[in-house]
């Protein structure tokens, strides 16, 4: 991005996806070229086209700086704060050159670039109990809680509700009353804080709700589209295996054993074994699993599925009966894995985290600098060093204690 | 027709905060914003609240800091309400759930502050704002059954009863472009400042002044208005602030030679003077050609002396703004910074109950002046003021609504003469200029006239820019023909807010013929307690034919008498 700035001003041409709902027209692209170094905005392009060519253009904006989330739109397809775009980058983006701005997906469009956050994006936020639920007694002072639980829950605090993971979000458009990423990463906020008293009234909740965490596909569009590292999915994820691992909150989503089964397929395989995924997640997680009532039920709703797998010869009789079958060593270093996640001292609570927050994503730390949270223990050990075995030098642990599935179609 | 206890105009964190402290109070409560609530304004503060809550700190020393911030220009009554019930404040917000930093006792971590003696700035990373105002829209959620909220309503004007009392307002939907009169036994203006008066400024779009225009077309005073405080550090193109909580970390301002130049006005506190002083300070860097930049209009941030954990973990927005908006990785390399309009000290003048000179009419937070700020407000100090005058607002309006029925007005006719100047501007000839061009005319010029250095002959050609300006706005034109989302017409009406503004703020600064705070008059260049230890009041008496009249009133002082201000 560095190189752009200090650019001479250039034309742009933005085109705009108009709606007017008193016209009783349907929408319509609308063109205008503004003149602006690239390294500036998209949403100032757009509000120079408003000053020059055309005032009734419809956008919310306020802050031009990331942090109200007014600006929520979809700049060549993809979800994006407007005033957080820079122009020559969605030139490159763009198809033909033009750079094409259109309102958020998943919700209801009121003007132009302007959408009905109320009816879908505030209610999702609505149904998760948004507000803390403090321990009792109340201190005098501050509640005491540990320095790195605030740090980590400042993460979902960051969220400035701007509606980009809803418009991206692929469950929703199957499933519309899906909870969602912008709502579920909110309930984190409140599960992740140590003065909350309803963890788990909160988890058990969204884990029975049928449109609730374990709703989520695990596409990873939420995580691309928020503007500010909120990570949603992975705040889902958290969420998930706080319910299951320490509630053990058993759901009639089947979310629990299908994690469950994954894992241990996976453990016994090495690679996933597809065809006993369903029925260990209906069933129970063994092989006696598909012979539960459950299972059968769900193995006939899935026939039509199953057929048409068979006649595409994306599945063989011989290949569903069999597991996948992978080298010796290789199998040993994947169960190498599980032997370290199981053998961790459970009584400090310590988890590994996939945690990209503090870390930023430009470049690995100084070696005497060790970056905050790159494994972060939940319940306020101490940053711990990288498992060896699991992290090369400048990457991430791989995230082990759950290979998250899904159970939504 | 709607009819409430307590209407307040506004949903940012001093709104928030007396609907909250009203309801408590069991009062009906509306919050009519023009903007969803978590785009308020309020949502941009970074760095933190003061609060002398560490055992070896005591509210008189930063009472005494905030004394000395103001160039001896604040109340000192209103300062010490403040002062002493910061701490309170900040546990309360801590209570229902904001996110405060902690040290590693688990208790709340405080930072260091711009004219603070000691470390006293309780903060969430750099997003103190934001998780302050997104956690009292939490607790609205909570109480929605108490709390009706008018989202997406803009103000048109207050409804002043015969008597002078405020008994309602007159709001346009947004949304479907509806009329509404709102009848309340109380009306609290929170709807925040004016700093789209100035271009560039650190201040949203939706900053443009309606409280302080809707009051004082109403008849109640505007106070310190000459006083707007520049913050230093805002990035030089596009005017974006970066928190002073960079300085708090340990930050270093250089000029063009590598110097750090604060050792000449600031050798004690250095980065961590007052911000008024660090401005003049940068500006003169500037000034005298030791400017940064290839213009030589900035100046260097350097955060690179902050270890780099550190900042990205509480100074995280900051690494994202230097990165997006000026290509900088601030970890790695200093950051070009200018002094830029970020704050009006002044506004509608208030009690420390928030009520204004109308009857029914209160003003908290930014759009009002107790003065706790007076010359120049400390960093961090802003969101105090909006909690503790929002509160205290809200509840002295609730208070007052149990002791008295629903006013009879017949607000018909305003309603229909908002509603007829509405259909005029949306039909006006395409004779005259464009709201955007008069707007932007009127930003350019106070940025010159009415900033950090001022001048007669400056002041005086703004002065008189500003009627010709008021003058176009009378039949500027716009393109929208529309009821819904009409911004275009709403555009229109924030210009005559923020012409209001502008006019009071330049007559203010000519008015006073000395330097003090964020005022300084190169033609007058020193202190004058003498002759100017003193508030300057500006109103439209009676039906504001005679034009914004000039007066005074005196500043309460208590137990710090002036003194030499140096840090």
């Known amino acids: 991005m560095a190189e752009s700035h200090g650019r001479p001003p250039e034309p742009f041409t933005l085109r705009l996806r108009r709606y007017d709902p008193e016209s009783g027209e349907a929408p319509y692209w609308d063109e205008h070229t503004i003149e602006l170094e690239p390294h500036r905005s998209v949403l100032e392009a757009i509000l120079q086209a408003r000053d020059r060519f055309d005032g009734s253009i419809g956008i919310r904006c306020s802050c031009r700086q990331a942090i109200c989330g007014s600006c929520g739109v979809r700049v060549n397809g993809e979800p994006a704060l407007a005033c957080h775009t820079h122009l020559d980058a969605a030139r490159r983006s763009a198809r033909d050159g033009v750079i094409e701005i259109e309102p958020m997906g998943n919700m209801p469009v009121i003007k132009d670039l302007i959408v009905d956050m109320d009816a879908v994006h505030w209610k999702k936020i609505q149904r998760v109990t948004p507000w803390l639920i403090g321990k009792q007694p109340v201190p005098e002072r501050e509640y005491l809680v540990p320095r790195e639980s605030m740090v980590d829950v400042t993460q979902t605090m960051a969220c400035i509700q701007c509606g980009a993971c809803v418009s991206d979000c692929l469950a929703m458009e199957v499933d519309p009353l899906f909870i969602g990423p912008a709502a579920l990463a909110k309930a984190y906020r409140f599960v992740g804080d140590p003065r909350d008293d309803e963890h788990f009234v909160r988890l058990n909740d969204l884990a029975q709700d049928q449109h609730g965490m374990f709703d989520c596909t695990h596409c990873f569009k939420c995580v691309d589209a928020c503007p500010k590292d909120v990570n949603p999915m992975g705040q889902i994820m958290r969420l998930r295996r706080i319910a299951t691992a320490d509630h053990h909150i058993v759901d009639q989503n089947n979310g629990e054993r299908h994690e469950a089964a994954f894992a241990s397929l996976i453990r016994d395989n090495g690679l996933l074994w597809e065809a006993e995924l369903l029925p260990r997640s209906y069933g129970g997680n063994s092989w006696l699993g598909k012979f539960h009532p459950r299972a059968g039920k769900e193995l006939i709703s899935s026939l039509p599925s199953i057929v048409k797998a068979l006649l595409r010869g994306k599945v063989t009789p011989m290949g569903a009966l069999k597991p996948h079958r992978i080298p010796k060593q290789d199998l040993k270093s994947v169960q190498s894995i599980y032997e370290r996640i199981d053998g961790r001292d459970r009584s400090s609570g310590q988890r590994f985290e996939l945690n990209l927050y503090i870390v930023g994503e430009d470049e690995p730390p100084p070696p005497e600098e060790p970056v905050v949270a790159a494994v972060v223990a939940e319940a306020g050990a101490s940053a711990a060093e990288p498992p060896g075995g699991l992290a090369t030098e400048g990457e991430q642990p791989a995230e082990p204690t759950s290979p998250e599935g899904s159970t939504s179609e | ?567």
């Open chain 2, 1 to 567: 027709m709607p009819a409430h206890d307590v209407l307040i105009i506004g949903a940012g964190l001093a709104g928030q905060r007396a609907a909250l402290a009203a309801a408590r109070k069991g009062a009906s409560v509306a919050v009519m914003s023009k903007v969803h609530p978590v785009r308020s304004h309020s949502v941009a503060a970074a760095g933190g609240i003061n609060a002398a809550i560490s055992l070896d700190d005591d509210w008189h020393s930063h009472a005494y800091d905030t004394v000395k911030g103001s160039d001896y220009l604040g109340d000192q009554d209103a300062i010490e309400v403040m002062c002493s019930e910061a701490p309170g404040e900040v546990m309360e917000l801590e209570h229902i759930g904001v996110t405060f930093h902690r040290n590693d006792k688990g208790e709340l971590d405080l930072r260091a502050f711009g004219g603070a003696s000691m470390k006293r700035t309780a903060y969430v990373a750099d997003i103190t704002g934001q998780a302050m105002l997104h956690v009292l829209y939490e607790q609205l959620m909570k109480h929605h059954e108490t709390v009706e909220l008018f989202e997406e309503w803009f103000t048109t004007s207050l409804l002043i009863d015969e008597a002078r009392r405020c008994c309602g307002v007159i709001a346009r939907d947004v949304r479907s472009g509806a009329m509404e009169a709102f009848k309340a036994k109380n009306v609290i203006l929170a709807c925040g400042g004016a700093g789209q008066v100035y271009k560039p400024t650190t201040n949203g779009l939706i900053v443009t002044g309606d409280g302080i225009a809707m009051a004082y077309r109403a008849g109640a005073p505007l106070m310190d208005m000459e006083m707007v405080q520049y913050h230093p550090t805002c990035l030089v193109e596009t005017g974006i602030l970066i928190t002073e909580g960079a300085r708090g970390e340990g930050a270093h301002l250089l000029n063009a030679a590598g110097e750090r130049f604060m050792e000449k006005s600031a050798p004690n506190k250095m980065e961590l003077a007052s911000r008024d002083v660090v401005s003049r300070a940068e500006q003169i860097e500037i000034n005298e050609g030791r400017g940064v930049g290839p213009n030589g209009e900035g100046i260097y941030l350097d955060v690179t002396v902050v270890p780099r954990r550190r900042t990205l973990e509480a100074l995280r927005e900051i690494v994202n703004l230097g990165r997006d908006f000026a290509g900088v990785d601030i970890t790695r390399e200093p950051i070009m910074i200018r002094p830029g309009q970020h704050y009006i000290m002044g506004g509608v003048k208030t009690d420390a109950d928030g009520r204004t000179a109308i009857e029914g009419l209160y003003a908290a937070g930014e759009v009002a002046c107790v003065s706790v700020h007076g010359g120049n407000r400390l960093g961090a100090n802003s969101l105090l003021d909006t909690l503790v005058f929002g509160r205290r607002s809200g509840e002295h309006a609730a208070d007052r609504a149990a002791h008295m029925g629903m006013p009879e007005m017949d607000s018909g006719a305003r309603l229909l003469e908002d509603a007829a100047e509405i259909e005029a501007i949306i039909e006006r000839p395409r004779d005259g200029r464009r709201v955007s061009e008069i707007k932007n005319e009127l930003g350019e010029l106070m940025n010159r006239y009415a900033a950090v250095f001022r001048d007669e002959d400056g002041l005086q050609t703004a002065l008189e820019t500003i009627g010709r300006l008021k003058e176009e706005s009378q039949n500027a034109w716009i393109d929208d023909r529309g009821t819904v989302f009409n911004q275009d017409v709403l555009g229109a009406i924030e210009l005559g807010y923020m012409i209001d503004c502008a006019e009071a703020t330049v007559i203010s600064a000519i008015e006073r013929k000395e330097s003090r705070g964020a005022q300084f008059r190169t033609d007058y260049p020193e202190r004058n307690d003498e002759q100017w230890l003193k508030h300057i009041d500006i109103a439209l008496n009676g039906d504001g034919a005679g034009g914004p009249q000039v007066s005074y009133s005196p500043v309460t002082i208590t137990q710090w008498q002036p003194e030499e201000r140096t840090y």
